[in-house]
């Protein structure tokens, strides 16, 4: 069955600092996978998505995500965080023909000063 | 398009009662999926359907009911809501075929049960 890692629950970081969030994923065919951001009290926004072709994916928001097949990951970067960019960060897999979209447990990014 | 549409936007329920959560499209998506979001939790699927007349059971399907009489609509029955269903809950919809599929969510119900 297919699943989503995110291993790391909570980071902070610093204005103006790079960001990498972590997403592992498992899947027995080519993945479908997605990245949303979700700001306190708000829905669902799609950041980026890959489906196929380049493994570098660029999205909204100077977001962007680098899918490694040999290590099943698909990573989220950001050279220079915002403080608007403190939220929660979903990692999803899935989610083409008749087969669902599964979620990771999510990553909640601080922005300090 | 209106998009992925839910009520209610909120509710409060007590503990046995009954109520059901409505969940609409108008982008004639085959596929809608009703998910659950609780702290530290993620998103996690409930039910699911692929189309009129076909649903089927998520992750977490115990104490919800669902059915798909129209490609529109997809509600979600909570037929005696218990205090662990307090979440806020997602619709989504997305075509099942092409090449770009994407999932489109609606804002999202708050339950309270106590």
């Known amino acids: 069955a297919q699943s989503v890692t995110q291993p790391d629950i909570h980071i902070t970081v610093s204005e103006g600092a790079s960001l990498e969030l972590r997403c592992n994923y498992s899947?027995?065919?080519?993945?479908?996978l997605f990245w949303y951001v979700q700001s306190p009290g708000q829905g669902l926004q799609l950041l980026l998505k890959y489906f196929s072709g380049d493994t570098l994916v660029q999205g909204i928001k100077g977001f962007e995500a680098e899918f490694k097949r040999s290590q099943s990951s698909f990573n989220l970067r950001k050279p220079s965080v915002h403080w608007s960019d403190a939220a929660e960060y979903f990692c999803?897999?899935?989610?083409?023909?008749?087969?669902?979209?599964?979620f990771g447990k999510g990553t909640r990014l601080s922005v300090i000063a | 398009n209106a998009g992925v549409t839910q009520t209610p936007k909120f509710q409060v329920l007590k503990t046995g009662q009954s109520m059901t959560l409505q969940c609409a499209q108008d982008?004639?998506?085959?596929?809608m999926s009703w998910y659950r979001q609780d702290p530290g939790m993620g998103l996690r699927l409930i039910h699911y359907?692929?189309?009129?007349?076909?649903?089927d059971q998520g992750e977490v399907p115990n104490g919800y009911n669902v059915s798909r009489s129209t490609t529109e609509d997809f509600p979600l029955r909570l037929l005696s809501a218990a205090p662990s269903q307090t979440s806020v809950y997602f619709c989504?919809?997305?075509?099942?075929?092409?090449?770009?599929?994407?999932?489109?969510f609606g804002p999202g119900t708050r339950l309270l049960v106590l």
């Open positions: 999803a897999v899935g989610g083409s023909g008749n087969t669902p979209l599964v």
């Open positions: 982008m004639n998506h085959e596929y």
């Open positions: 359907s692929v189309g009129a007349g076909i649903t």
């Open positions: 899947y027995g065919a080519t993945p479908y």
């Open positions: 989504a919809s997305r075509p099942i075929q092409g090449p770009q599929e994407t999932q489109y």
